[in-house]
C-alpha cells in the first residue's frame, strides 16, 4: 500500500514532537488516541476513528477500560489496534498498582483507591474481586473471583475462604463494583459480605469489604464495628475485624 499522504505524515511529525516536547498534557485526547492508533494502524489517518471511540466509549476512561470485543466491534478496529489501547491500559495499571505492592496497603491508602477505581469503575459488568493480605498488611494477591450481569455477581463463601488459607491470607478485602449507576449495597451485597466475614472469623481472617460504584467521600472506620452504607443509609456494609485494619473506607 501506499504511503499515508504528505499532509498527514506531517501532521503526525507534529503530534510527535508537541508529545515529546510537551509530555501527555500537550495533546488533546482525540491526539492522544490518534498517535496511539497511529502505531497499530500506520497506512491510515486515524483522527476520525479516535474521534469515534470517544464518542463511542464516552471518553478516555471508558475508552481504555472496554475490552476488546467491544473495541473491535467499532468500525476501523482490528485485533492490532485494540491491543495497542488494552497494552496502555495495562500499563496504566501497572503503574498504579506498584506502590501498592510495595507498602503495607494501609500505609498507602490513597495509591489502592485510585488503583481499584481505575481498573473497575467503568466496567459495564459487576465484578467481584478479593485482595489478600498478610500479618503485615501487604497486598500478597489480587484475584477477580466472578463477574456477573451490570447488577449481579455469584460469590460462593467457600471459594473465598479455601483461596485465603491456600494462600495463608491475615486479610482480605473483598471488592466489587457497581455498573448500574447505584452504590448502595443490595441486600445481597450485606449477606454475602457478612457470611465471608463470619466463614473468616472462625479462622482468624479479618474481612472488610469496599464498594466501588459512584465517588463518594471516604469516612473513618471504628475497629471491630460495622460500617454503614457510604451512601447515607443505615444498613451495615461489612464487618471489620481487627483494630489493624481500620481505616477509611471508599
Known sequence: ?????SDTAGHRDRLRQRLLAGGGEALLDHELIEYLLTLAIPRIDTKPLAKALLREFGGIAGLLTADAEALTRVSGMGERSAAAIKIVQA???RLLQAP??????LANWQALMDYLRADM???????FRVLHLNTRNMLIRDEVMSEGSIDQTAVHVREVIRRAIDLGSAAII???NHPS???SPSRADIEITRAIAEAGKRLGIAVRSLDHGAERPCQPARPGTDLA????????LAAV???DLAGPLC
Do not use: Y
Not at 500500500?1 to 499522504?5: D, E, G
Not at 452504607?229 to 451495615?236: H, T
Open 100 to 105: 501498592v505492592a510495595d507498602r503495607p496497603v
Open 181 to 183: 449507576g447505584d452504590p
Open 1 to 5: 500500500m501506499a504511503a499515508p499522504p
Open 229 to 236: 452504607s457510604l451512601s447515607g443509609g443505615d444498613v451495615p
Open 174 to 176: 473483598l471488592v466489587h
Open 121 to 127: 469503575v467503568h466496567h459495564a459488568i459487576e465484578r
Open 91 to 93: 500499563a496504566a495499571l
Open 241 to 243: 475485624r481487627g483494630a
